[in-house]
């Protein structure tokens, strides 16, 4: 009897909420009982970032997402910039950290920089920004992508040029940033540029492990942690590929670790000594040393001597290699990819690139240097425009710790998630103006030539106390292997291609970039 009466108690509620969301004034988002806006997320996630984009235009930028009941899939997501420069300033940030949740769902990544908060992320940012600041470190990055650029990947395309077999510019770019950031990080080259291009353990995994953690992102909590108990569906693949990670590093770790115990036995033998004492003063101003050898070798204080332990350094090598090699692949292949809708805009880079002069005039394969680099504005523009439409990530999460209020007026509740989508930034018209859809390079440069930032509403890097430390070595990266590829070769895309962004975490294209490559005449 008492059930029955619940159920007549609870059939106007249910038919209320039923009626309210089928003439809910929001087509695109609708809130329906019990299952909130799940509906309208599972059935858009194909095409996530576009669906968030129709969402926060249809909202006014802020948007409180209601998830199941029970299901902790709560949260509130917004475009505003005034809202994501509030979260991540010096006085906001530590109310918006990345949170328990956030580490739970990037357990892979471990207790690394892009996971870690308060004093472990201090910490660790102080370390890796003091030694990205030393000389040696610039050096090795400088000579490095050089190398990488003028013996694998020029070599790489000028063979598919010869040959007129289409190339995966996508794969191609993935590839050459994958073997340029485990040298810079790791002191070795895995391959992966190699001309048959081999299958590499370690980066399939890191590419596995992205995919999954994606579709953590869409299910109720308990159910991919059910699975991960399991081992089952996407959860085995994770586990697995997180196994394969974890072996592959602590190769890396421990094959360095006996050359730098080789390299003090020999310090320590004075016959040893006093014959390379001499070399080692000469080519002492022009050592260059990855990063691993820095954290490893580094006299650290005592708050810092725990990150040279096997499980710390792993963390760190595998957070530097997410970090660093997917902002410049991605990057790269939208990059390429506007060029060939945009003729006028490669027309202006070429003209720039022909204008600056090489030191290795007779080279059959152009290589630019970093002071070259260095005196490409429009290029540089180019490749802001880039990151501008296409964000490598473009969903940023935070979690708040207390009671707040947003530029945008929405109230912020402790425990509650937020996410910042800055590929809806991008597409914006009360941000970016009428042609924020349009791939305009001179909205970086101001009347007077001179370049311009946009910090207020460019969140590509972030922003505040965590903005990206590797910047600067992203910009290398791109500018050389955009500038050395562009010179020496015209990019054609094979036609009739569906270009889309792919659902990950990073903003890959789903069916990569098939193109076809002309030698240029310089």
């Not at 892009?114 to 890796?128: G, V």
Request: proline fraction near 5%; charged fraction near 25%; include cysteine.
């Amino acid at each position: 009897m008492a059930s029955e009466l619940l159920l007549l108690l609870l059939l106007p509620l249910c038919f209320f909420f039923l009626w309210r969301s089928l003439f809910d004034r929001n087509p695109v988002l609708r809130n329906w009982p019990v299952v909130g806006m799940l509906p309208s997320l599972l059935a858009n996630t194909a095409r996530i970032h576009d669906w968030y984009t129709e969402v926060l235009r249809a909202c006014g930028g802020t948007v409180p997402f209601k998830g199941p009941w029970l299901s902790g899939l709560d949260m509130l997501v917004t475009s505003d910039p005034a809202n994501v420069s509030y979260i991540t300033s010096t006085t906001h940030a530590a109310k918006y950290p990345k949170g328990e949740e956030y580490r739970e769902i990037f357990d892979i990544l471990g207790d690394g920089i892009l996971n870690a908060d308060a004093d472990s992320w201090r910490i660790q940012r102080k370390w890796a920004h003091m030694l990205m600041r030393q000389r040696r470190f610039r050096l090795y990055v400088d000579r490095t992508s050089r190398a990488k650029v003028g013996s694998a990947l020029l070599p790489l395309l000028d063979r598919a040029a010869r040959d007129g077999h289409a190339l995966d510019l996508q794969e191609v770019m993935q590839r050459f940033t994958f073997d340029a950031t485990c040298i810079l990080v790791c002191g070795v080259d895995p391959g992966c540029l190699s001309p048959k291009f081999p299958v590499v353990p370690f980066a399939k995994a890191v590419d596995d492990a992205k995919e999954v953690i994606l579709l953590r992102h869409t299910v109720p909590r308990t159910w991919w942690r059910l699975m991960k108990l399991l081992r089952l569906g996407n959860e085995k693949l994770l586990a697995e590929a997180s196994d394969t990670v974890d072996c592959c590093i602590a190769e890396y770790v421990s094959a360095r670790r006996n050359e730098l115990l080789e390299a003090k036995a020999k310090k320590n033998n004075p016959d040893e000594q006093k014959e390379e004492e001499k070399e080692e003063e000469e080519e002492e101003e022009e050592e260059a040393v990855d990063l691993l050898t820095s954290y490893m070798d580094h006299e650290a204080e005592e708050a810092m001597e725990k990150l040279k332990s096997d499980k710390f350094l792993r963390d760190v090598i595998l957070n530097m290699l997410v970090a660093g090699r997917d902002t410049t692949s991605s990057a790269l292949t939208w990059f390429f990819w506007e060029l060939s809708r945009n003729p006028h805009v490669e027309s202006k880079i070429m003209d720039e690139l022909t204008r600056t002069k090489s030191r290795y005039p007779k080279s059959p394969n152009r290589v630019f240097e970093s002071e070259e680099l260095n005196g490409l504005p429009y290029l540089h523009a180019a490749l802001c425009e880039c990151l501008r439409l296409y964000p490598s990530v473009p969903i940023v999460h935070k979690s708040a710790v207390e009671a707040d209020t947003l530029p945008s007026g929405h109230r912020v509740e402790p425990g509650m998630k937020l996410y910042y989508c800055l590929y809806a930034m991008a597409r914006m018209e009360a941000i970016w103006g009428e042609d924020c859809n349009e791939f305009k390079p001179e909205r970086w440069v101001s009347e007077g030539g001179t370049r311009r930032d946009h910090n207020d509403k460019f969140f590509s890097f972030n922003a505040g106390p965590r903005s990206c430390l590797g910047k600067g070595i992203s910009f290398t990266h791109m500018k050389m292997v955009a500038a050395s590829t562009l010179y020496n070769f015209h990019v054609q895309v094979v036609p009739g291609q569906t270009v889309c962004p792919r659902t990950s975490v990073i903003l890959h294209m789903k069916n990569g970039l098939l193109v076809k490559l002309k030698r240029r005449c310089n």
